[in-house]
């Protein structure tokens, strides 16, 4: 069973920047993809950002040259820590973020990630 914490959600001035971190534990490491999505008040939740194994990452539209997702050790530590960099924050970043992460190579959809984190509010006020 995989655990994984979340930290650096909060308030923030539009324009403003956060940092978000999440730290994976398990018994066993094998290489995984891991990932950020969002859910604002009465929206479904969306993808924001992954990391592949081989480091390699992808971004919604919505966050491309604003949200950096990087990882805090190497791949194989334990635990492993990820980092999500959010700049430039306007209210529509409004949500709270969840980190996700499974074994292997995943994508933008939801459905295959098998651990969640409890999520972090991030507010943005204008």
């Known amino acids: 069973q995989e655990q994984l914490v979340e930290s650096g959600g909060g308030l923030v001035q539009a324009g403003g920047s956060l940092r978000l971190s999440c730290a994976v534990s398990?018994?066993?490491?094998?290489?995984?993809?891991m990932a950020w999505f969002r859910q604002a008040p009465g929206k479904e939740r969306e993808f924001v950002a992954l990391l592949l194994p081989n480091g390699n990452t992808d971004y919604a539209d919505f966050v491309k040259g604003r949200f950096t997702m990087s990882r805090a050790n190497a791949e194989n530590t334990v635990p492993n820590t990820v980092s999500l960099q959010m700049t430039s924050l306007n209210p529509d970043d409004t949500a709270v973020y969840f980190c996700?992460?499974?074994?292997?190579?995943?994508?933008?959809?939801?459905?295959?990630?098998?651990?969640w984190g409890q999520g972090t509010q991030v507010t943005v006020s204008s």
């Open positions: 398990a018994r066993t490491w094998v290489p995984h993809t």
């Open positions: 996700a992460a499974s074994p292997g190579w995943r994508g933008r959809s939801a459905t295959p990630y098998v651990y």
